[in-house]
């Protein structure tokens, strides 16, 4: 299966276990509506964890991926290339709830992704530099 598939299909996960160690975030989730396990491997080192992810409640742990492209969403320096914060409050906050803050002063040429974990609120999200750092295999 390609990551696009995987993807579009991940409605209805529920994130199992989640520990980010080493540089890489770890990740086991029941996929999609069947009883598939798939193991999740994130290369990033800028992430944020809600208290949901910990709980032991199913409802707050059911989630769908999302990989959004940074540069569509994000203000960036002009001369620098850095991802920053807007100058309007309002779009300031939207961008604070859709996590997009995580990605403020780094550069845009490096840092392309923001990955999500979005159910109740965003479980995980974190910054990833390209596709070839998030990696997924079934779980046997």
Request: aromatic share 14%.
């Amino acid at each position: 299966m390609d990551l696009e598939k995987f993807l579009n299909n991940s409605g209805d996960s529920i994130l199992q276990k989640a520990v980010y160690e080493n540089g890489i975030l770890s990740a086991t989730i029941s996929y999609g509506e069947s009883d598939i396990q798939f193991h999740l491997e994130i290369r990033t080192s800028i992430l944020k964890f809600s208290e949901h992810a910990s709980s032991s409640n199913e409802i707050f742990k059911t989630f769908f991926l999302n990989m959004i492209p940074l540069q569509e969403k994000v203000n960036q320096n002009a001369v620098s290339g850095i991802y920053s914060a807007p100058t309007d409050f309002s779009q300031f906050m939207k961008d604070v709830n859709n996590d997009y803050h995580l990605c403020y002063g780094l550069k845009a040429k490096e840092y392309q992704y923001l990955v999500q974990f979005k159910g109740y609120g965003s479980l995980i999200s974190c910054v990833i530099k390209d596709k070839e750092d998030f990696d997924f295999r079934e779980k046997s």
